[in-house]
């Protein structure tokens, strides 16, 4: 019997019956070290999980802030960016065509503080959420943002106002809904800990006095 090991074996007379074998190693490895062992790889892997969710979220407002600033021709063409001049609410806005705040996007389209908020909210909100910082802010102007847009598009409706189809294919849950549900998800779990620099910024003061900012 190997050093630093007991074993206590329980032999039936009957050949059918089962050795059992009960070890326990003198460094305190057995059942109950195993299992807190799984554990740990299990919150681990959760860990890791929600800050691939979290780097993902914050990279899709990341990146339409960029295609937008600078045209990178995707959702904004070439020579159309904020910084040629284009206008990054006027296309969105403007081709609104359902729902009850129709009129008002219409109005709102192309003005320059609509063009301003839009822009540092997505900048702000990619910045943040990428980086795993001030999650909860990011998460309640992520939702507001979310929430604005889920109107403008305006899932329900089955029809456009020229009576054609509206193509909607969830009267609610749509991209919109997830991507405000991943900002609260990655907020209240503090996802920002794991290959972000949350613990860094749990740690300063104005953080360690507010704790909203987190």
């Known amino acids: 019997m190997p050093e630093g090991t007991m074993a206590m074996a329980v032999h039936e007379h009957s050949q059918r019956s089962p050795i059992l074998r009960f070890s326990f190693r003198a460094d305190g490895t057995g059942p109950a ?3 807190a062992a799984s554990e740990l790889d299990a919150h681990t892997v959760s860990a890791r999980a929600l800050a691939v969710l979290r780097i993902l979220t914050g990279f899709v407002f ?3 802030f ?3 600033v600078f045209g990178l021709g995707y959702a904004t063409a070439s020579g159309k960016g904020w910084i040629d001049g284009g206008s990054p609410t006027k ?3 403007s081709s609104v065509a359902a729902g009850p705040l129709q009129s008002t996007f219409h109005a709102w389209a192309g003005a320059a503080w609509a063009d301003w908020l839009f822009m540092l909210g997505l900048a702000g909100i990619g910045a943040a959420v990428t980086a795993g910082v001030a999650l909860r802010p990011a998460a309640v102007a992520g939702t507001a943002m979310m929430a ?3 109107l403008a598009e305006w899932p329900p409706a089955k029809h456009l106002a020229d009576g054609s189809p509206s193509m909607s294919s969830n009267p609610f849950a749509d991209y919109h809904v997830i991507y405000a549900v991943a900002l609260v998800a990655v907020a209240a779990v503090g996802a920002g800990a794991t290959w972000g620099l949350g613990r860094w910024w749990a740690r300063l ?4 006095d507010h704790t909203w900012l987190r």
């Open 33 to 35: 070290t195993t299992a």
């Open 62 to 64: 990341l990146w339409a």
């Open 66 to 68: 960029l295609d937008k």
């Open 91 to 93: 296309g969105f806005l």
């Open 148 to 150: 604005l847009m889920w």
């Open 205 to 208: 003061p104005v953080v360690r």
